[in-house]
């Protein structure tokens, strides 16, 4: 069963448009979320994560997203996206809370193209 | 400093073939994790090492499947017996050890080798 699903599997945009990509899991226990970039022939990165406290978190490149516990959901957000933003994004969560649980489970990734 | 390496970057083989691909972590990262990733998905846990021992083996698909790490760092994935279905590109990551709070630390991700069974 898919535990993390991202609907947006390919999204094209053009430069200075806000950015909104879906992420739902589906977990009714305690999770940890992130999202990961893969710029084009890079590694992938941590863009940022959630793990308890401030539902609204902020990452790097201006980057931020929301935990929203009742929709079982940790939409990525960017007020203005740029053409260097052109990437393949992936929501993540580990799913419970045992000590030693560093299990990332992925979506299947957001293709994300910005149009100069 | 230096990030994960992973080698080969590629490897093609024959079906039936022994293959082995190597990691190594970031100096001083004592967790080590190797995902597989298949065209169009994201990435697919398969073992995950704090030091020596492996801490979660539950993403390893079948016996043909094993992974060592015999002096706390460099890692090796061997395969077994190899089939067209295992192309994909396997990617290595690391982290320090767990400090308690799970998912605390982050993962540092490899560039992947990318494994083609012919």
């Known amino acids: 069963a898919q535990s993390v699903s991202q609907h947006n599997h390919h999204v094209i945009l053009s430069e200075a448009a806000s950015l909104e990509l879906g992420c739902n899991y589906s977990y009714g226990g305690t999770v940890n979320l992130f999202w990961y970039v893969q710029y084009p022939g890079q590694h992938l990165q941590l863009l940022l994560k959630y793990l308890s406290g401030d539902p609204l978190v902020k990452g790097i490149k201006g980057f931020e997203a929301e935990f929203i516990k009742s929709k079982f959901s940790f939409n990525l957000r960017k007020p203005s996206v740029q053409w260097s933003d052109t990437a393949e994004y992936f929501c993540a969560v580990i799913l419970g809370s045992n000590f030693g649980n560093e299990k990332l489970t992925f979506g299947t990734g957001t293709r994300l193209t910005i149009i100069p | 400093g230096a990030g994960v390496s992973q080698t080969p970057s590629n490897k093609v083989t024959e079906k039936g073939k022994y293959v082995e691909l190597r990691c190594d972590p970031i100096s001083g990262h004592t967790a080590l994790y190797w995902y597989r990733q298949s065209l169009g998905q994201g990435p697919e846990f398969l073992i995950y090492?704090?030091?020596?021992?492996?801490?979660?083996d539950s993403g390893l698909p079948n016996d043909r499947f094993f992974a060592v790490r015999p002096e706390g760092s460099v890692s090796t994935l061997k395969i077994q017996r190899t089939e067209r279905g295992d192309s994909a590109v396997y990617l290595c990551?690391?982290?320090?050890?767990?400090?308690?709070?799970?998912?605390?630390?982050?993962?540092?991700f490899g560039p992947g080798t990318r494994l083609l069974v012919l």
């Open positions: 990551a690391s982290s320090l050890k767990p400090s308690g709070r799970y998912g605390q630390e982050t993962q540092y």
């Open positions: 090492f704090q030091g020596t021992g492996a801490a979660d």
